[in-house]
């Protein structure tokens, strides 16, 4: 609206709903004599309360939260455009000699996105392609090369350990799940005070600060000896590609340090990645690893803190805790030498594995997942769909598990009784319902569509479910879409609303087989380890990288002058075939092929690498064009 004075324009921002009312979102004024007429303006404004609020709530805060976002969007080609890319890539893992790492190096030079996200593409793209191992070869290759002191070996964030670190976590993720989680629930279910720093406990008011340390280093030796135990015993339960990695970085650590004073540098090698990057941080932090739900308490924390400190000791093969800031660890040392010599016992069995035994592509199973991984478990209120009123009693609490293969249902943990199971092909539609649907938040809605013609199966369903807040709506959606990403024939549109009194809540419709009104939004997820593996995406983000460091590659490889300017005619379509030597155009990779042997077979792979960004570039530039 504009004031009668004709002065300052208001405008009210609401969040519209077609059949209830609409939400508030704030408004703002935009006083009309400072702009100037036939100009644009571009410029933010706060959103403001109401005016009708009154004073008291105007002033009520709600506090504030700042975030740190960062996004990536990219196009993706048709698999075939991205084969000599990725054929390439393939090579240059392959190449044992030195120069073989000239690649992965520029791409840690020139890399715009952080080393977690890059160093996740890159195993997720050599993993499925069956070369993760030459692609952590290699990596972890040149950093044992270029560090002189052992001490020092993996203690950075290089795209080396970086990569080895996500190269854990999407291939292990359910072995780490089996080897700790039962005593990770045991801490959290059970809740015992666990402290050894009588200071601490002295702050606290504790009078018998002596008899609860002596109580706590009986529970944290329990809690400690359940862990070891289930870790040490699990040498045929871990993955046979994390096994072989093990052993290749073992080899390649022993081959480095030589001699009877770095014995143990191959032992601290793989016990700094599978310990000190991998169970350790699990224990510290069990909902990062999706160990658990919720965040634990304050006691519970403290007691896995102990916890981690007693692995953390160990794994470094320390048999006593000597350091200045850890003197309350000092009543745990009785139990470290033992502690010692199993580490170094189990990481003994682990590398002793024949490569023969296991082949990259046995790892990864179902469209990209390690066989039978559960991507979401909890509980969830189920709506029943037998009756007809809208009441409470419509709603069963009810323990829902997601895994790779199904989606399945009971009345608890223990599935026991009347359980169901929907394989994930089955799923067609996962997607948020509006709040006036059954007049309550959070609801999400699974449609299940068995596939035709197999006997004895159910009729198509769809599952009404509630979850407890947004975050677990959104976690749920999320991984049931992951888990149906291969999935064929899916449904296009759904009805967010409900069908009631005889038409949708959403659009009206008095037809309950209508066709949906609204578009499905299948394609939209969360990030995490669990993803499926998608081969071209991965391609697409690696070239991305290096398309962005373009201009630096060519100062550094290439004998011309770096001005970047391509003049690729419009009758030099290149074939996907065409490989990066044979690019028949006139730019200023023109003279990089004549002098590839001048700078070595590093410079020369470097020089192919940006004939293949510049054939890349130009299928996208095709694409955009006729889009």
Aim: with cysteine; glycine share 6%.
């Amino acid at each position: 609206m504009v004031t009668r004075q004709h002065k300052t324009l208001k405008v009210t921002i609401y969040n519209w709903d077609k059949f209830t009312h609409n939400h508030f979102m704030g408004q703002i004024e935009i006083d009309l004599s400072e702009l100037q007429m036939d100009q644009r303006y571009k410029t933010w404004y706060r959103l403001q309360h109401s005016d009708h609020l009154k004073g008291k709530d105007k002033k009520k805060e709600l506090g504030s939260l700042r975030l740190k976002v960062q996004c990536h969007e990219e196009r993706i080609l048709d698999t075939q455009f991205y084969t000599p890319f990725v054929e390439f890539m393939l090579n240059v893992v392959d190449d044992k000699r030195p120069e073989g790492c000239a690649v992965l190096t520029a791409l840690e030079e020139v890399m715009t996105m952080d080393r977690n996200s890059v160093a996740h593409a890159l195993v997720r793209f050599y993993l499925a392609h069956g070369s993760v191992l030459p692609l952590l070869d290699v990596l972890t290759l040149r950093e044992i090369n270029s560090t002189s002191k052992p001490a020092t070996l993996f203690r950075g964030n290089s795209l080396a350990s970086k990569s080895f670190d996500q190269f854990m976590k999407i291939v292990a993720l359910p072995y780490l799940h089996a080897t700790i989680a039962p005593v990770i629930d045991a801490i959290y279910t059970e809740k015992k005070l666990c402290e050894l720093d009588t200071e601490q406990l002295r702050q606290s008011n504790k009078s018998s600060a002596g008899k609860v340390v002596e109580s706590s280093v009986a529970l944290l030796g329990e809690y400690t000896k359940l862990m070891m135990d289930s870790v040490f015993s699990s040498v045929d339960q871990c993955p046979g590609l994390l096994r072989m990695a093990l052993r290749q970085l073992w080899a390649r650590v022993a081959e480095r340090f030589t001699g009877a004073e770095h014995a143990n540098v191959p032992y601290l090698a793989v016990s700094g990645f599978l310990f000190l990057r991998f169970f350790v941080p699990a224990v510290l932090s069990p909902k990062l690893f999706a160990l658990r739900e919720e965040h634990p308490d304050q006691r519970t924390e403290r007691t896995l803190k102990l916890l981690a400190k007693v692995m953390q000791n160990a794994s470094n093969l320390q048999e006593e805790d000597g350091g200045k800031g850890a003197v309350s660890m000092h009543p745990m040392n009785c139990v470290m030498p033992e502690s010692v010599a199993r580490v170094k016992t189990f990481i003994q069995s682990l590398v002793q594995i024949d490569q023969k035994e296991v082949s990259a592509e046995r790892g990864v199973k179902d469209g990209g997942y390690i066989h039978h991984l559960i991507l979401c478990k909890g509980f969830l209120w189920k709506r029943n769909t037998s009756t007809a009123s809208g009441g409470s009693l419509q709603y069963r609490k009810r323990y829902f598990e997601l895994s790779n293969i199904a989606l399945t249902y009971s009345q608890n943990e223990k599935q026991v009784g009347d359980v169901k199971s929907y394989p994930v092909q089955w799923i067609k539609v996962t997607e948020k319902m509006d709040e006036g649907a059954f007049h309550r938040k959070h609801m999400l809605q699974v449609v299940i569509v068995p596939t035709p013609g197999m006997p004895n199966a159910p009729p198509q369903t769809a599952l009404h479910l509630q979850a407890s807040d947004v975050n677990e709506q959104n976690r749920w959606v999320s991984a049931i879409r992951k888990a149906c990403l291969t999935n064929r024939d899916m449904i296009p549109v759904y009805h967010p609303g409900a069908f009631k009194n005889g038409k949708w809540t959403c659009c009206r419709t008095p037809a309950s087989q209508e066709p949906g009104c609204s578009q499905c939004h299948r394609g939209i997820t969360m990030g995490d380890w669990r993803d499926p593996l998608d081969p071209d995406l991965d391609a697409q983000i690696l070239f991305s990288q290096f398309l962005k460091g373009r201009q630096s590659l060519i100062k550094k490889y290439s004998p011309d002058d770096g001005s970047g300017s391509s003049t690729r005619g419009s009758s030099s379509s290149p074939t996907p075939s065409s490989g990066a030597t044979s690019l028949g155009h006139d730019d200023e990779l023109g003279g990089a092929s004549a002098a590839a042997g001048d700078g070595g077979v590093g410079d020369k792979q470097c020089r192919d690498l940006l004939g293949l960004v510049d054939e890349l570039k130009w299928y996208h530039e095709q694409c955009s064009s006729s889009a």
